[in-house]
């Protein structure tokens, strides 16, 4: 007995039905709708809109992807991130970000706007490896996390940033660096008797000298400090 092939009963049982001009009308109009809706997405992502809601089945919804803005503010501030309208982000959003809003829009049956994205101040100029994460508006300044793409954040970053949280942090690692920095200086330097005036004399020296370099470089670069520029869509913020 002759071995029954699958493709063939698969295209036989097709073509009882429909003819190969109709599945190629058909599959080229499929692609084409979805061609629209990826343009339509890309838009929005590029859009400037302050759109502050979306039109989502709370009932669809997980609740492990819905944060306040708060939350998203604390997290922020404690790692030097921004968290800007989609259309400063300079970085390719990827494909894959792409399909979920597709999926959430079919779901949900409607089309989201008002896109966030959260990530590292240089993001929003360059294009970089760390994590971005994607945000669409729910209301009542709550955001649904759509995307999480890239690699993680150093784990180190938090203690990094942590002098830029506020002005009490930075003179308190001014002062810490300071310290060591007199410490390291060789006895006898100065004068053949060491003496605990001619240390805070050095100290305040140094102190001096290390605090004029950071505030030479916070003003010549525009820095400021984390929850100055969470939100600031300005690169000198």
């Not at 706007?113 to 490896?129: C, H, I, N, R, Y």
């Not at 001096?208 to 470089?217: D, G, L, N, P, R």
Request: net charge positive; aromatic share 14%; hydrophobic share 40%.
């Amino acid at each position: 007995m002759k071995g029954i092939n699958i493709e063939h009963k698969l295209q036989n049982r097709r073509g009882k039905k429909w003819d190969s001009e109709q599945i190629l009308a058909e599959v080229q109009q499929i692609l084409s709708e979805d061609s629209k809706k990826e343009e339509q997405i890309a838009h929005q992502l590029g859009s400037k809109n302050n759109v502050r809601a979306n039109d989502f089945d709370f009932d669809l919804l997980k609740t492990e992807k819905i944060f306040h803005i708060d939350q998203i503010k604390e997290i922020c501030i404690d790692y030097r991130l921004r968290f800007l309208n989609s259309s400063y982000f300079k970085g390719k959003i990827p494909q894959e970000a792409i399909s979920k809003i597709k999926l959430l829009e079919t779901i949900h049956n409607t089309s989201l706007k008002g896109f966030k994205v959260m990530a590292p101040s240089k993001l929003f100029k360059l294009e970089d490896k760390d994590d971005p994460l994607l945000f669409a508006p729910i209301g009542n300044d709550y955001y649904y996390l759509i995307h999480k793409w890239g690699n993680d954040l150093h784990p180190l970053r938090k203690l990094f940033v942590w002098p830029f949280k506020n002005i009490s942090n930075l003179v308190l690692v001014v002062l810490l660096i300071s310290y060591f920095v007199t410490l390291m200086v060789p006895e006898g330097l100065f004068s053949k008797k060491n003496s605990t005036a001619e240390f805070w004399i050095i100290f305040f020296f140094m102190f001096k000298c290390i605090a004029s370099i950071v505030i030479f470089y916070g003003f010549a670069l525009g820095k400021n400090f984390n929850p100055a520029i969470w939100k600031s869509k300005y690169y000198n913020a």
